[in-house]
């Protein structure tokens, strides 16, 4: 039975879609599945030689890209985590070679060594949440045009501009475009018409 499912945790490991490493308390990889070799290891080992250390690959790519996410895990990790525990969950964001962005949660879960924790080694998991990361940014995006239209708004009392976040003045019809997703056609207004146009007050006034 044991030889079965040792068997059965080896083929899931490898057959997952979530990138799976197994590190030891000096940073070392020891493991990892077939996932994580086609996709971040092979992304991180643009930027380091050292590729069996877990923390050297994360900054070394994070300094080449210039993003602090992975480099803040990293300093998060050296000093919080060891030994292994407890589970760590962190979200980073990386970018890449075709410069699109992506987000992976990872967590870090110490492994069991029988009915004890092993506080030498631990599994760290990669999942792939860039589309959710997108759903929430439309979502705040959408959340925030629609606060826009609430409150105060400064409107200049001669022109009508609508003053926006940026303190910038904008046209009513350039305003709302902006903030919502209203389109505009243009008419003139019976009042106007009449001001504007007196002779045509006549007209107007036999359809009242």
């Known amino acids: 039975m044991g030889t079965i499912t040792s068997d059965l945790e080896s083929l899931s490991f490898q057959a997952t879609n979530h990138q799976l490493i197994i590190i ?16 971040l290891h092979k992304l991180f080992l643009r930027a380091a030689s050292r590729h069996n250390h877990y923390l050297h690959l994360m900054e070394a790519w994070a300094a080449q890209q210039k993003n602090h996410y992975p480099t803040k895990f990293a300093r998060y990790l050296r000093h919080n985590v060891v030994p292994f525990n407890k589970t760590h969950t962190y979200d980073i964001s990386v970018i890449t070679p075709h410069n699109e962005e992506k987000w992976f949660r990872v967590e870090l879960t110490p492994l069991q060594n029988g009915p004890t924790m092993d506080t030498n080694l631990a599994l760290v998991a990669h999942t792939d949440i860039t589309e959710q990361k997108k759903t929430e940014l439309q979502l705040r995006q959408a959340l925030t045009e629609a606060r826009t239209l609430h409150g105060l708004l400064p409107i200049c009392a001669v022109c009508k501009h609508i003053k926006d976040e940026s303190d910038e003045w904008n046209s009513v019809e350039r305003y709302l475009e902006k903030h919502t997703s209203a389109e505009f056609t243009h008419d003139i207004c019976p009042d106007c018409i009449r001001q504007l146009y007196p002779k045509y007050s006549s007209i107007l006034d036999q359809h009242h």
């Open 24 to 39: 030891d308390h000096q940073w070392m990889i020891r493991s990892c599945n077939r996932a994580w070799q086609h996709g």
